[in-house]
């Protein structure tokens, strides 16, 4: 049993739900930190099972097929913090999270590797008209032919999204000799001998493999439609592992069909099933030029072992110290672990706030008034809100925790320890 601040949670009653079968280094990394209520799930759930579930969760892990809506975030009425054990954040309302005081975390690194590697071996596969060559040998054809397959050596990559995945695709691609260029909204700095292509149709004009690697965003959606693909070069290989609502799906299947686009390899869909035991819907099935694979471009053992750590360290970290270091959608505060020796008599505070003027005076006269002596003090904001730690007495914390209750603006306040 861990004993805990009158007005703060026992690490034991703390709840820890875990979807969609996270790496058993996430449950250890919990352990470790003391948490022990955790409940880890193979699936994801369907909203209204969310919304039951969610009710007295004060931590969650999902990855990317668990939706977090608006909806489903306004039954979270003890969530703390929310963690994405994966890259990509679309699936949560960030906007809501941030609306409610709950930071949101991730795993911006761990899985890139992973998905850059599976890329560049496809790559490699389409250009030599492996798929359609192994699926004729299933079916007992035997098509032994050198048209339409060439060597990945000087060829074209075009990466569109030249971030972590794309760039590590770029240095692995020019290992083998490929030429890559890259759109990017952003000026980037280029790696290797890759070069920056001044608008995505130069880039679509000039690539012989094209690769997506760009967040779902407003304006990335269906970023590659018909007009795309038609400015593409005759016979260009089409890959996308990035999310599946940045292609015109529709789109892709009719330049599939008319030879406009000589093959493809797609990891993710605009709709995903959303277990292992539901049957997978797409009008890219049948084509044999086309490799289909069920959303694993980050599903390594190393990167979700990796992934498991880094995320369950972040939210223990938060709940911990406070510390909301990488939040995405949060004022991001890193802080000296409480357990320093000399701090081991104060209690911290976390006060969310809108941010508007004047939060902070008030605050601090609030304190002031009762004689409540601020230890240290540490203040983020970001456009819409504010977060605010502060380390005190440990006698005086009920007082302090009555006070920022009252302040205007606030949107959550808790004792951590
Ligand atoms: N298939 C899978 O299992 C996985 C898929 N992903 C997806 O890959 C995406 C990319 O991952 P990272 O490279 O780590 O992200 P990142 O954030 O490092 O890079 C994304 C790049 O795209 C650029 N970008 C954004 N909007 C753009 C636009 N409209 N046009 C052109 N460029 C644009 C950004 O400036 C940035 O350079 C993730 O957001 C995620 O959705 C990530 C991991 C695994
Ligand atoms: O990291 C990402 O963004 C991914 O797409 C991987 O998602 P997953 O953890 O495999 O559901």
Redesign the pocket.
């Known amino acids: 049993m861990t004993i805990a601040n009158k007005n703060s949670l026992a690490k034991d009653k703390i709840k820890i739900l875990l979807l969609e079968g996270l790496h058993p280094s996430s449950i250890e990394e919990l352990k470790l930190k003391g948490y022990s209520n955790i409940e880890s799930l193979k699936t994801s759930l369907s909203e209204s099972e969310l919304i039951e579930k969610i009710a007295d969760v004060h931590f969650i892990g999902i990855r990317?097929r668990t939706q977090l809506t608006d909806k489903v975030l306004s039954h979270a009425n003890k969530l703390v913090a929310i963690g994405c054990f994966?890259?990509?954040t679309?699936q949560v309302d960030l906007k809501a999270a941030q609306n409610l005081g709950i930071p949101v975390f991730n795993a911006?690194?761990s899985?890139?590797r992973?998905?850059a590697e599976l890329v560049l071996g496809e790559a490699l596969l389409l250009l030599r008209g492996i798929p359609e060559k192994s699926a004729k040998a299933h079916r007992g054809e035997w098509f032994k032919s050198a048209v339409g397959s060439v060597e990945a050596r000087g060829k074209v990559l075009g990466i569109?999204?030249?971030?972590?995945?794309?760039?590590q695709l770029g240095i692995l691609a020019e290992t083998l000799g490929m030429r890559v260029h890259f759109?990017?909204?952003?000026t980037?700095l280029p790696l290797g001998n890759a070069r920056q292509s001044p608008t995505?149709e130069s880039l679509l004009a000039e690539a012989d493999v094209v690769s997506l690697?760009?967040?779902?965003?407003a304006?990335?959606h269906n970023?590659i439609a018909q007009a795309q693909f038609s400015a593409m070069k005759d016979g260009a290989i089409f890959i996308n592992?990035?999310?599946g609502t940045v292609v015109d799906i529709n789109a892709l299947a009719q330049a599939l069909e008319c030879k406009k686009i000589a093959g493809a390899a797609i990891?993710?869909f605009p709709v995903e099933p959303k277990s292992n035991d539901d049957e997978f819907f797409s009008p890219l099935r049948g084509f044999d030029n086309v490799i289909l694979t069920p959303?694993?471009?980050?599903?390594t053992k190393e990167a979700q072992a990796n992934i498991g750590l880094e995320v369950a360290t972040k939210l223990t970290k938060y709940s911990d110290n406070g510390s909301s270091l990488s939040a995405v959608n949060f004022p991001e505060v890193s802080l000296p672990d409480h357990t320093i020796p000399g701090l081991t008599s104060t209690s911290r505070l976390l006060h969310i706030h809108h941010n508007q003027p004047g939060v902070l005076t008030k605050i601090n006269n609030a304190f002031a008034e009762h004689n409540i002596n601020i230890a240290a003090q540490y203040l983020q904001t970001d456009d819409k809100i504010g977060y605010v730690v502060i380390d005190i007495d440990s006698q005086d914390s009920e007082q302090a925790l009555k006070e920022l209750k009252q302040i205007e603006g606030t949107i959550r306040a808790r004792i951590l320890h």
């Open positions: 990317s994966c890259i990509g679309n911006p690194f899985n890139t992973s998905v569109i999204g030249y971030g972590h995945i794309g760039m759109y990017d909204i952003e980037k995505l690697h760009v967040p779902e965003t304006q990335t970023m592992a990035s999310r990891d993710v959303h694993i471009g980050g599903s």
